[in-house]
């Protein structure tokens, strides 16, 4: 059964830094891409960034850009997202989501997270 | 970049058909699939279409998607509604910079 759990959240002032993990287990993680997906209290879906399955291709929302890293550890079967210069505007659920194309980007999801609150707040 | 239009709400009775499009702003519906998510209060989304008409197992075949080229849309059509289909709708698409677009969300009330 695939399974992807996300910690890392939490309360966090402007300005401040925090780091997201997921991890993940039930399928071969170091074959698919993985997304972080966020949802702000009350607001729609927002995808945030994605990586490939070797981390050869990354990319970002461009409200990111230049803040958030994300990056994998396929020898953890892990997902990271290190958030930097946090914004209350980045006050979001934060979902862990896979990329359903075997060794290949599809643009889509087919499996979430419960997701991890991230709070951004003086 | 384009944008994904939706309805934010659409209501029906159970047992009716209800129909939520997905509008894309530029560039064509048919250059990159849709998938469609349901979010129900509190929980993760689920995919209930992918690939702009492929349902996943597990999926009731009350749910069907389809894209227009005509009018630049996809569509997500729900028959013989539930009230346990009451939630959150998201259509979602890419770019051409593999960037990942997701409509605003049509909450459906089935009454």
């Known amino acids: 059964e695939v399974q992807l759990v996300e910690s890392g959240g939490g309360l966090v002032k402007p300005g401040g830094s925090l780091r997201l993990s997921c991890a993940a287990s039930?399928?071969?993680?170091?074959?698919?891409?993985m997304n972080w997906v966020r949802q702000a209290p009350g607001k729609g879906l927002e995808w945030v960034s994605s990586?490939?399955?070797?981390?050869?291709?990354?990319y970002y929302a461009d409200s990111v850009k230049g803040r958030f890293t994300i990056s994998r550890d396929n020898a953890k079967n892990s997902l990271y997202l290190q958030m930097n210069s946090l914004r209350a505007e980045d006050t979001a659920v934060y979902y862990c989501?896979?990329?359903?194309?075997?060794?290949?980007?599809?643009?889509?999801?087919?499996?979430w997270g419960q997701g991890t609150l991230v709070t951004v707040s003086s | 970049n384009f944008m994904l239009t939706q309805p934010h709400s659409v209501s029906e009775s159970p047992g009716k058909t209800v129909t939520i499009s997905c509008t894309r702003s530029?560039?064509?519906?048919?250059?990159?699939?849709v998938q469609w998510y349901q979010q129900r209060p509190g929980s993760a989304p689920t995919t209930v279409i992918y690939?702009?008409?492929?349902?996943p197992s597990g999926v009731p075949d009350r749910f069907s998607g389809s894209i227009d080229s005509s009018s630049n849309s996809a569509s997500l059509t729900i028959s013989g509604l539930k009230t346990e289909d009451e939630a959150d709708y998201y259509c979602?698409?890419?770019?051409?910079?593999?960037?990942?677009?997701f409509g605003g969300g049509t909450k459906l009330t089935v009454l």
């Open positions: 979602q698409s890419y770019d051409s910079s593999n960037r990942v677009v």
């Open positions: 990586i490939s399955s070797s981390s050869s291709y990354i």
């Open positions: 039930g399928f071969t993680f170091s074959s698919y891409s």
């Open positions: 989501a896979r990329d359903p194309g075997f060794l290949e980007w599809l643009g889509s999801f087919d499996y």
């Open positions: 690939e702009d008409n492929q349902r």
């Open positions: 530029s560039g064509s519906i048919a250059s990159n699939y």
